[in-house]
């Protein structure tokens, strides 16, 4: 993991201007991972890239897609909820705020967490569904498995609650339209 000193240096003057929202994350991503592994020994930025870009392909929405890239650059990756701040949207360093896992925390107080925040929710079923792919690593044993179960259990909750939460917004939405109609004397 970088240093502290290096961080704040990055965050000073590593990002060219005007560049977008998701070149920032990308930039971010790779400075926060430069150097990590992960279970199969590959470097870390080949499963914060595959996020990302099924971020991108899934959702089509350039700040999920940050969101994405930046999922582990605070709990993995050494920087700060105040690094992003300088360089990303409320919408963006909020839910990374979500999505980081506290040292202490346990898991499923973390999982209903995730779980409660639509967006947040949303790329941890990407960052699950790339985490399950047992394929990255050469010769899974049995932890890798058990992993893996617990993984499904927990994009199984967080996927119901996408279901519930996005039903929810539809049908305030269509209440929004009938409320609307019967202003305008539809």
């Known amino acids: 993991m970088r ?3 290096e ?3 990055f965050v000073r003057t590593g990002i060219p201007s ?3 929202i998701v070149e920032r994350a990308v930039k971010f991503a790779e400075f926060a991972h430069d150097g990590q ?4 020994g590959h470097k870390y930025m080949e499963h914060v890239s595959a996020v990302g870009k099924e971020a991108a392909r899934r959702y089509q929405d350039d700040n999920l897609t940050a969101i994405a890239y930046l999922h582990d650059v605070v709990e993995d990756g050494g920087f700060t909820i105040s690094d992003l701040m300088m360089w990303f949207p409320p919408v963006v360093w909020k839910v990374v705020e979500i999505l980081t896992r506290k040292k202490s925390e346990d898991r499923e107080v973390y999982i209903e967490r995730v779980s409660e925040n639509l ?3 949303k790329v941890k079923l990407v960052d699950l569904d790339n985490n399950m792919d047992l394929a990255r690593i050469s010769s899974p044993r ?3 498995y058990d992993r893996q179960d617990r993984y499904a259990m927990e994009r199984a909750k967080i996927l119901d609650a996408v279901i ?3 039903r929810h917004m539809n049908e305030q939405e269509t209440k929004s339209d009938r409320y609307a109609e019967l202003f305008m004397g539809a």
């Open 3 to 5: 240093s502290r000193d």
């Open 142 to 144: 049995q932890s890798d």
């Open 37 to 40: 592994v992960d279970k199969g």
């Open 164 to 166: 519930h939460m996005e």
């Open 7 to 9: 961080i704040k240096a």
């Open 18 to 20: 005007g560049s977008s």
């Open 119 to 121: 967006l947040a929710a």
